[in-house]
């Protein structure tokens, strides 16, 4: 290593006459002065291994930075001009000497490699300070010892790139005037730093800091970014006193933070990961902005503790977003008065939640995910309610408040619930298979669709309310059990619609009016009780063939619009009563079907003509009070007996006997039947007759083949039966009619057909 020394005419830095020894320097040797030095200008490709300013009176101009291996030495009674100034490349001593470096300072370590920068004194900078990175995420700059001074005036400190700045020097913003900026892209300031200025300091862009202490004492603090503390393992300790940082602070990695002071934020404090906070200091919200973000870097299923020791309690806040992990808050009161939003996670505990100004509440991904802490609303302004879960342990609370209402709530768990006048748009009760007790403190109102699923209990003094009967739908879901939910329902029941599809178990209403003003369906499941199901609007009544689908509730259509039995469609109805009272009835293409043994059914149906009906088992009894109507055809589909009473008939255009053994029919004495287009029995055989005939012995009930009706039966035994007023009842291979009227047999098949 050689030394150049700069001649007392002075010149380019790149020119040979400018030095006493006929050489410019190398990367390797070391620049000096002497007392005699003339002015020196740095120009392109400046550089040298160190530089030491003793002595120099003289102006030294950087038109260009000069590239610095190791030390530089500054020393009073020289002048510093140009718009550049240092580039350091390779560690080294700084030593100030009481002077202040007022061009630019840059640090430009290899990639992958460390500068270490060691202070003799504290080194006081008052120009733009860059610290880069190479490229290279494991390139560092480290400051030891002393203070790095950044002084009175205004210019830009930046860190480039990936790297960090590190080491045991404190960086210490104390100028009487000016704006220093500072900012970090993805770099992170890793030395304590000291704010006690009489001038302004600005952090621009994002601002990145861990593992060491951050003070405020004095400044104003003209433009914040957001400060990010995200060093896994790191221990930062934040100590601003009473500096508000007017943007976000995050926290994004599992770190230790220790709070000396109070940590004012104005927009959003994000917690991101699962920091272990410590300190007397406590994170306080400042201004109507002021916001929390949880979890985001939590994996779901994490349980992640809310850091309730490090908040004011209650905590106030504009809003909450919940974005990750499980948080448990059993503590600390937070007071919302904007949005509070649940996106991949769950909150928990007994910490409440209180939504007391204007703004949303909602799962905005519409994911089956909860809050189970204690919720409620009281507010002078509008909640807006998305998509909602609770869980297990959860209640919720509307005291005052506008509400805006356009996604589901969902119970999974035993929740209480007293929402008062509050009307809910969608409710669903019960999901994943989960044995819930809902307690009902007041009334819940819904004006879309209620679903009631699984294992389900409820308790308390309210009950499910429907706001209105043509918007509400009432959606009975796979049961975990049969479930009779007679007394949490009015009873008198208003709805729009109600639908059936609780597989295999059964539904109990008792004592409940239902007045449905729309559809009334059963796709799969049992819906029975002592209530009365009354069509009173314009819809439909649907079902399917299946003898796990069907109605047992009383019936009754009293409507002044029209009532639609689809095309297509079976609807399965049995033992109850079912009353037609006025309205359209349309049931072209469509089923009634009749199966359950040994059961009675009432129709008060005069007014209705059925399209077909299927009757699907034995032993069965029709009461029918006034004329039962079927245009299309009635199907015996079981062998049995089927009694036919009340104080009125049916008139059927076809019957057809699908089976033959032991089949009989009952009809009560007294009542007029009529068969309009043909009764088919022909599979019977000699060893069992079939049987027609009237319920009292040596009383005729009439039976009526209009003329022209096909007559087809075979082994039919007829007793106590009038047939008389219409075309003869002819039976082949039967046996002789007992008491009967109009009714004869033949054993002769040309004779039958004459």
Known sequence: ???????????????????????????????????????????????????????????????????????????????????????????????????????????????????????????????????????????????????????????????????????????????????????????????????????????????????????????????????????AGSTTTLNMGSMVWATNIIFGAAENVVLSSNLYWSLTLAINAIVNFSGSGLMTPSGSSASITLGAGVPNGTQYTFPSANFPNPLNIAGMLINGGNTLNNSTTIN?????????????????INMVGTGTFAISNGNPYWITNPLTINTSGTITIGTIGFASGSSFTYTTGTISLTGTLTIQGSTTMNSGSMIWNNVTFGSGGIAITCTLNSNLLWSGTLTLQNTLGFAGTGLLTPSNNTTTTLYFGTQGSNYNYSSVFPTTLNIKNLTIASATFTVTFNGITTNVNGNLTNSSGIFTGTSTIIMVGTGTISGINSGTAYFQNNLTINTSGT????????????????????????????????????????????????????????????????????????????????????TSGFIFNNFIQQYSSGF????????????????????????????????TTSSAAKLIFSPGAVCNISYMDFTDIDASGGRTINIFNGVAPVRCTNVRVYTDLQNIRS
């Open 1 to 231: 290593m050689a030394t150049r020394t700069v001649k007392s005419t002075g010149g380019n830095f790149s020119s040979t006459g400018t030095w006493v020894e006929g050489a410019v320097p190398t990367a390797a040797d070391s620049v000096v002065f002497t007392a005699s030095s003339g002015a020196l200008t740095i120009d392109s490709g400046a550089v040298c291994g160190t530089i030491d300013f003793t002595n120099y009176t003289n102006t030294v101009t950087f038109t260009f930075n000069l590239t610095v291996s190791g030390s530089v030495t500054l020393a009073s009674g020289f002048t510093q001009a140009g718009s550049s100034g240092l580039n350091i490349i390779s560690s080294g001593t700084l030593t100030s000497n009481g002077v202040t470096w007022s061009r630019s300072f840059t640090t430009s370590p290899t990639a992958g490699t460390t500068i270490i920068l060691t202070l003799s004194g504290n080194w006081t900078q008052v120009g733009n300070t860059a610290f880069n990175s190479g490229g290279n995420a494991t390139t560092y700059t480290t400051i030891n010892s002393n203070s790095f001074i950044f002084g009175t005036g205004s210019y830009t400190v930046n860190i480039i790139g990936t790297t960090n700045v590190n080491g045991s020097a404190t960086m210490l913003v104390s100028g009487s005037s000016g704006t220093v900026t500072f900012g970090s892209s993805n770099g992170v300031y890793q030395l304590n730093f000291t704010v006690n200025t009489s001038g302004s300091v600005s952090f621009g862009g994002t601002f990145q800091y861990a593992n060491a202490t951050f003070t405020y004492t004095a400044g104003t603090i003209a433009a914040a970014s957001s400060l990010v503390v995200s060093t």
């Open 336 to 352: 919302v008065s904007a949005s509070l939003t649940n996106n991949t996670a769950q909150m928990a505990g007994t910490g409440p």
């Open 563 to 646: 009532i639609t039995f689809p095309s297509g469609n079976i609807f399965a109805y049995n033992t109850g009563t079912f009353t037609y009272t006025s309205g359209t009835v349309v049931t072209t293409g469509s089923s009634l079907y009749l199966f359950l043994t040994g059961t009675t059914t009432t129709f008060n149906t005069n007014g209705i003509t059925w399209n077909n009906v299927t009757i699907s088992n034995s032993t069965m009894t029709f009461v029918l009070n006034s004329t039962f109507t079927v245009g299309g055809t009635v199907y015996s589909q079981q062998n049995g007996t089927f009694t036919f009473s009340g």
């Open 664 to 695: 009989g029919i009952t009809l009560k004495a007294g009542n007029t039947y009529q068969i309009t287009g043909g009764f088919y029995y022909a599979t019977g055989y000699n060893a069992t007759h079939g049987t027609v005939k009237s319920d």
